[in-house]
Antibody, heavy 123, light 107 residues
Framework: QVQLQESGPGLVKPSETLSLTCVVS?????????WSWVRQSPGKGLEWIGE???????NYNPSLESRVTILIDNSNNQFSLILSSVTAADTAVYFC????????????????WGHGTMVTVSS | DIQMTQSPSSLSASVGDRVTITCRAS??????LAWFQQKPGKAPKSLIY???SLQSGVPSKFSGSGSGTDFSLTISSLQPEDFATYYC?????????FGGGTKVEIK
């Protein structure tokens, strides 16, 4: 069965760039699913960050779009999140997820989640 | 963005109780509604999608209903492993958004 595993630094300094990777195992990232990042902080609850398709197509949350890039690496079955100019408000647990199969271009829900990785923004 | 409002934000219940959680969308979302269960320190787990479709492997004590703006999640007979926080999520429009959660605690 498909499993997701996040990795990346647990501490990032303010104004720097946060980079996380999600490795997909038990299935191909080049399937018909989209792949998302979702974060959870005490202050803002669960927040969808954005998603990527195996073609490299992306959709981002407008609230973060100016600072977010999501990339896909089909050869290594992984995708990544890059969030620039971080502040304390970006402190959260970051989850990678698989979007449930739906019509291409339609919004979806999330059927498989990684365990999550805690990222703290602090000097 | 579509706002999702859950009620109550928390509730206390006993083992064996029937529990219902509600979720209201700020605009109509048809049946593009999912429910998740989250336990402390764990990732959310999918329970229900399309408002009433049970995720594979999820016990039938969980059921969902509703369409348009008003939805509910019911647990028919609460068991110790069901004490958790439950979230609704709309996927009618970008960006997908979540409710604030309902924490189900032991009475």
């Amino acid at each position: 069965q498909v499993q997701l595993q996040e990795s990346g630094p647990g501490l990032v300094k303010p104004s720097e760039t946060l980079s996380l990777t999600c490795v997909v195992s038990g299935g191909s990232i080049s399937s018909s699913n989209w792949w998302s990042w979702v974060r959870q902080s005490p202050g803002k609850g669960l927040e969808w960050i954005g998603e990527v398709y195996h073609s490299g197509s992306t959709n981002y949350n407008p609230s973060l779009e100016s600072r977010v890039t999501i990339l896909i690496d089909n050869s290594n079955n992984q995708f990544s999140l890059i969030l620039s100019s971080v502040t304390a408000a970006d402190t959260a647990v970051y989850f990678c997820t698989r979007d449930r199969l739906t019509i291409f271009g339609a919004v979806s829900s999330f059927d498989i989640w990684g365990h999550g990785t805690m990222v703290t923004v602090s000097s | 963005d579509i706002q999702m409002t859950q009620s109550p934000s928390s509730l206390s219940a006993s083992v064996g109780d029937r529990v219902t959680i509600t979720c209201r969308a700020s605009q109509g979302i048809s049946t593009y509604l999912a429910w998740f269960q989250q336990k402390p320190g764990k990732a959310p787990k999918s329970l229900i999608y399309a408002a009433s479709s049970l995720q594979s492997g999820v016990p039938s004590k969980f059921s969902g209903s509703g369409s348009g703006t008003d939805f509910s999640l019911t647990i028919s007979s609460l068991q110790p492993e069901d004490f958790a926080t439950y979230y609704c999520q709309q996927y009618h429009s970008y960006p997908p958004t979540f409710g604030g959660g309902t924490k189900v605690e032991i009475k």
